[in-house]
């Protein structure tokens, strides 16, 4: 039987000696969709980047496993390149790093040698084309000037080049209109295969659309407090969290 993609085993994670996730247990298996979901300020993002190994936030108990192997002290540009992807809600700008440099470096420190221009180039265009990217971009300072909409456009992008086995994706969807929206699906679509594995965070319900999801999980006071099928989506989006958050009280 193959071991789980991702494995979290009663994880508490703190920040400056404050608890605030406690305790969380989650698995996802190569080629599943899960969707966290709950209420604002209840930790999702959190999770997300504690996952990713983020050093603002640290594990006081628990494990995390990738693949098989703890990884739960290993630090994040490490867990990077064994394959974990975080986007992030609102993407920073870096001057003087143009779209393109910053892939072809990320791709080469991923997959452990630099890629040959003309392929990275020619991957590249299909991907943007892919995402409805002017191929302008690419010469662009990454995310410097770009609208909501195109940086949002770029992490997708990035997840299509670097090829992740576990993509955390933390509100991509938030401030994109319908059609921003739309694209994105498409991109996320592209980019899931029986290999890898998807953790969805987000309040829209749009962004799941076209997409096979497996589980939903529900997020509040410090931990996981309901998970089910994609019927809990509907629940969620006709009820609100109060509906399904007292059914746990």
């Excluded at 890629?115 to 590249?124: G, I, Y």
Aim: glycine residues 10%; negative net charge.
């Amino acid at each position: 039987m193959n071991c789980p993609l991702l494995e979290l085993r009663d994880l508490q994670v703190a920040v400056e000696e404050k608890i605030i996730l406690d305790p969380i247990d989650l698995t996802i298996n190569k080629g599943e969709v899960h969707v966290l979901m709950g209420p604002n300020g209840a930790g999702k993002s959190t999770l997300a980047a504690a996952i990713m190994g983020d050093p603002r936030f640290t594990v006081t108990r628990g494990t995390v496993t990738l693949d098989g192997e703890d990884i739960t002290d290993t630090a994040a540009d490490a867990r990077a390149r064994k394959g974990v992807f975080l986007s992030f809600q609102a993407p920073e700008e870096i001057p003087g790093v143009t779209l393109e440099n910053f892939l072809r470096t990320a791709q080469g420190a991923v997959r452990g040698e630099q890629p040959k221009v003309m392929a990275f180039r020619r991957e590249l265009k299909k991907q943007m084309d892919l995402l409805g990217m002017d191929g302008a971009y690419a010469e662009r300072y990454l995310n410097v000037g770009f609208s909501g909409g195109e940086k949002k456009k770029a992490e997708i992008l990035q997840l299509l080049m670097l090829q992740p086995k576990l993509a955390l994706l933390d509100e991509t969807d938030s401030g994109l209109d319908v059609d921003a929206v739309k694209t994105v699906t498409q991109g996320i679509r592209a980019y899931h295969n029986a290999e890898n594995a998807l953790l969805i965070i987000t309040h829209n319900a749009k962004i799941l659309e076209g997409l096979d999801v497996d589980r939903v999980h529900v997020l509040d006071q410090h931990r996981i407090v309901r998970t089910g099928g994609p019927e809990l989506i509907r629940e969620i989006t006709e009820g609100g969290f109060g509906s399904v958050l007292s059914e746990e009280a």
